[in-house]
């Protein structure tokens, strides 16, 4: 008996150890380089030290401490790894598009850490993605906030455990399309969506109301109250009106997202991201009054209706009005040229360096509530680096290296051809794929709903 | 009182006019013809060097004059001091004009029904109107060949100037019949076809390609002696190609279709484009060494492979350049196409350098359309598609500042503009619910 406690014992230690186990930590001293904090402003010939992961120092001529490699960064750029906020890259499946709620499913359950989409998006300077459900339902299922430890086979050492809980929400076409016209039932309008929202958000006070009433009759003496039925989908609602999760909302007409901000303030929801928010400019005042910001294309518009009466300058005209903006891929090939992206808002709208870079560091990182921890280049944060050839607001611009944690997981000089962690060992030849559409994945798995060819077609569609 | 009924009547009627002119504010601007001159600028030409306080002037539709001391006489003056003008851009496949919302079937004119129709003709279905089209020339791309999609031999694609209020006031002169060649490769995730399936497919195509082929040699051949044919307007469309008249733009991607396209041209009298050719890279020798053309893009584009290097796709045009093919670039787009700069940016990063992308984009698919002599330079004499900018317009931050597409001073507004006017400070704003 003794013995199998002792045993117990190891085996709770060794899980716990499991648990907290370490995910790669770096350090490095990357020297000369033009340092682009994005929050602190840009300093010349100046160095930065990592140690274990995090950023030790800024300053010029640093000496690197005892076995800390250095990398002489003269004539090139250092910025913050790159964060997309919208992104489905790294899943296995996207949607589960079964009802107009499925806040009970997590993305993290579905994370893959072999997808070649992570080490590109290394390439392209990208370190933290945003791995969002799709957008086939009002409230669709948890995202998951990924750091791209590329290498790593645990699906857990790519989650950034310390990152906040998102979840997906979705308006307008896509969930009218996939449950009013797909299936029959609401909503198959953006009145139905709006229905949807409430109808939700009450029940789930209704599922907090009942809760609190039973553990306030069972801590009564000789209580009787028998527990209610513990539903997920109800209680991740509740978490929501409680505050523990942000909603990032695909969205994009001005009505719709004016729409959501009445629902969410009648529900006293303050953690609210909206997503895409193509029309946003046109409710750019009432978006920063009110919410997290808006995470937008840089220039797509036209392949849907929804997006018919966009404009370039979306992005331009949301930051001066206020609102904290940042520009993301949705895309696992824009992905890799967000810096290329985030300078098309100066192009359309005449952004500054900071203002442009910030839309894919510091901002993204705010509406990820992540922004204590990364998304400029400060001592103390988090060593999510990138090292470019030019400056990456050019277009002309290379990424030369990427470092997560400190840790240099890409690097041009070491490239390989195929970066391949597992190789398929059903399929005797490689697939060619002439029209990679892991670009539209937002409304992947929900084929099945649709039988021709051409809602096919029109499905790849964000 | 009858008669002052009549006349109160009348009275009201000569109001009419007032009224309605008093509900439109605001003048719109159109696109303007004239004699332009565009003074002290840094002028690209692309073909004869960069010249540097050079003015150039526009008239009649044409580039009239390049040099330093022109004197301005009755012209409108630009003072471009400080700016660089280049050609304007052409981006040598798109499906400008044909569609407008991609996932509206009722705006999609760029597919046919039916695997052999050449003779469906882009140029019809073009809506000079289009929002894209003003909002794609601001960018600084003047020209686009508008292409259509689907089966074997889908139709003959149209080069157009993104200035006109008719197709034919846009159609800048080149034509060529399309061909898909049969593909090995997979049209996405869902495309769950066995390899065995793909393979049966693409030889039955290519059977069919083949007979299209000896048909039409027949067409053209009995038709030269005279003979009366039946109306068969596929063929005769597709004979134009076997007469030289037009060029077949051959679409193929992976690599070892593009080596059967080569095989598949060797030995036929005619004019062969590539487009497409997304594994170039991987058999550019023999490309090169067929002397084909090619048309290549999108550049910024995801690697055919899982095992290809990140930047197979944006390194691919300067990987054949390199290996001595004739390497013309697109978009395959049709709402962003204003983003060719950026695609010829990616691929002179890459490899391809500054000077080749931009003819990439320029005087390289005027030579491939047979337009070398109109397009693709600022050269005296040429058709005055120009653009005036604040630096090199493929840099994102550059801003392009005067357009002219066949001599028009083209208006730089369009609907994205617009929003941009009426949104960036609302009124009212918030203080009014």
Known sequence: ?462 | MKRLNKSFFAFLLTLLPMFAMAQIDGEFVKPRSGKFLLQNATVHTITKGVLENTSVLIENGKIAQIGSGISAGDAEVFDCTGLVIYPGMIDGGTTLGLVEVNSVPETVDSQEIGNFTPNMQALTAVNPNSEAVPVTRVSGVTTVLTVPQGGLFPGTAALINLVGYTPDQMYAGAKAVVMNFPSSGRRGRWDRRSDDDIKKESEKALKEANELWDNAKSYYELTEKGAELEYYPEMAQLAKVISGELPLMIEVNTASDIQGALKWIEGKNAKFILSGVSEGWRVADEIAKAGVPVITGPVQALPTRQSDRYDAAYSNAGKMSKAGVKVAIRTDDQENVRNLPFHAAFAAAYGMGKEEAWKAVTITPAEIFGLADQLGSVEQGKVANLIVATKDPFETSSQVMHVFINGYRIPLSNRHIRLYQEFLERSPGLNKN
């Open chain 1, 1 to 462: 008996m003794k013995k199998l406690s002792y045993f117990l014992a190891a085996l709770v230690g060794l899980s716990m150890q499991y648990a907290m186990a370490q995910t790669p930590k770096g350090s490095v001293l990357i020297k000369n380089a033009t340092v682009i904090t994005v929050t602190n402003g840009t300093h010349e010939n100046t160095d930065v030290l990592v140690q274990d992961g995090i950023v030790k120092k800024i300053a010029p001529d640093i000496k690197a401490p005892n076995g800390v490699e250095t990398i002489d960064a003269s004539g090139k750029y250092l910025m913050p790894g790159i964060i997309d906020a919208h992104s489905h890259i790294a899943l296995d499946v996207v949607n589960e598009a079964t009802a107009p709620i499925v806040a009970e499913v997590r993305m993290k359950d579905v994370v893959n850490p072999y997808e070649i989409g992570i080490y590109r998006a290394l390439a392209g300077g990208v370190t933290m993605s945003h791995a969002m459900h799709g957008s086939a339902n009002v409230v669709g299922g948890q995202n998951a906030t990924l750091k791209h430890r590329w290498g790593s086979t645990d699906p857990a050492d790519i989650i950034m455990q310390d990152a906040p809980r998102t979840i997906k929400f979705a308006l307008g076409e896509n969930p009218t399309r996939v449950h009013g016209r797909g299936r029959g039932i609401q909503p198959r309008s953006r009145m139905g969506v709006e229905a949807i929202l409430r109808n939700g958000f009450n029940e789930a006070l209704q599922y907090k109301k009942a809760w609190a009433d039973f553990n306030a009759a069972s801590s009564q003496k000789g209580s009787t109250a028998v527990a209610p039925q513990y539903n997920e989908r109800l209680q991740t609602l509740a978490d929501i009106l409680d505050g523990k999760i942000i909603i990032h909302c695909h969205s994009y007409r001005a009505d719709e997202i004016y729409m959501l901000i009445n629902v969410a303030k009648d529900f006293g929801i303050k953690k609210l991201v909206f997503q895409h928010t193509n029309e946003g400019f046109k409710v750019a005042p009432e978006i920063a009054e009110y919410t997290m910001g808006a995470s937008v294309f840089a220039d797509w518009w036209a392949y849907k209706f929804e997006v018919y009466y966009s404009t370039a300058f979306n992005a331009a005209i949301l930051q001066k009005n206020g609102v904290i903006t940042s520009i993301n891929s949705d895309d696992a090939e824009l992905i890799r040229h967000l810096y290329h992206e985030a300078a098309k808002t100066q192009r359309y709208g005449g952004m500054t360096d900071d203002e442009a870079l910030a839309m894919i560091t510091i901002n993204p990182a705010k509406q990820l509530g992540v922004s204590d921890k990364v998304g400029s280049i400060e001592e103390g944060k988090q060593a999510d680096l990138v090292i470019f050839e030019g400056h990456p607001l050019s277009s002309y611009a290379i990424p030369q290296m990427t470092f997560v944690d400190g840790v240099k997981y890409f690097d041009i000089n070491s490239d390989e051809d195929d970066q391949r962690q597992l190789v398929s060992a059903t399929e005797m030849v490689e697939p060619i794929y002439l029209h990679e559409e892991t670009a539209h994945k937002c409304m992947q798995d929900t084929e099945y709903l649709f039988e021709t060819a051409e809602a096919l077609f029109s499905l790849n569609q964000h």
